[in-house]
């Protein structure tokens, strides 16, 4: 299922937190989000699954507006795992990825065997069958953002919108984690600090204060001036010998200065992100 914005924004406190977005992604796609710390990302996630009505713009899931949809269609199509994701201490890993079924389930349709094939499912997808038993409080961080993948999963959606789905976790979980996302027959909007994971993703936007200064292919977006310009640092593109895909190594060009308002404003001009 494809999801668009247009002119999508939002101001708080007197600030555009995001600033006239438009964006299309197409039914399959995985489309990586990337920018410095407080560029948007996380802001225009949230915008995406509608779930801030200050909004301003229109957000289209399958071509109908988001605004019109019941909470409940809107969970049907899409699913989205927070940075800091929270659920009740009570519960046991299984329950929380019990709570993705939420939105299929009804007084005619309780949770049944096929429900609880599902959610078995996604638990073997993030490696937590073995630890379904255990206490939510006595999981680690990287365990419990997991389980929040499972439990998005479990939800059945068309769309998966991610934020930072990897900040926890291990090498091995990491690449694990990407290569599911990326093998899901489902839309995924994912948030990435990681340039280099990001250049796994089939197109990259990139914000900056609240904008989209550039979007499509990672090798076509993520050059040395745009990493120079938006991210402030060096690079030099290295190919890897064992498949020749190409990698980052990182530079400093200066240590946490302010970026200069005129310099700011050149890296944040904004462009369409349509589809190519
Ligand atoms: N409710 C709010 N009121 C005021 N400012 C806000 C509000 N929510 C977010 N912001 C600000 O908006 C900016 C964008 O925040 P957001 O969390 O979307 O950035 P981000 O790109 O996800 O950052 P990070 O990479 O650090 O996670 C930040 O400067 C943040 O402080």
New binding site residues.
Partial sequence: MKISATDLSLQ??G?N??DGVDLQVAAGETFGLV????????????LLAGLDRRARGIVELGGEPVSKLPRREIARRLAMVE?QAETGEALTARQVVELGRTPWLSALAPFGPADAAIVDNALQAVGMKGMAARNWSTLSGGERQRLQIARALAQRPRILLL??PTNHLDIHHQLALLRLVQDLPLTVVI?L?DLNQAMGCDRLGV?AG?RMVACGPPDAVLTSDLLRNVFRVGATSLTDPRDDVRLLRFHNLETFNEIPAAAADAACKSRPCRNP
């Fill in positions: 708080a406190q600030r937190i995001v920018g410095p710390n407080g560029s948007g990302k996380s802001t225009l996630l949230r940075q934020d930072e948030a600090h914000m609240g």
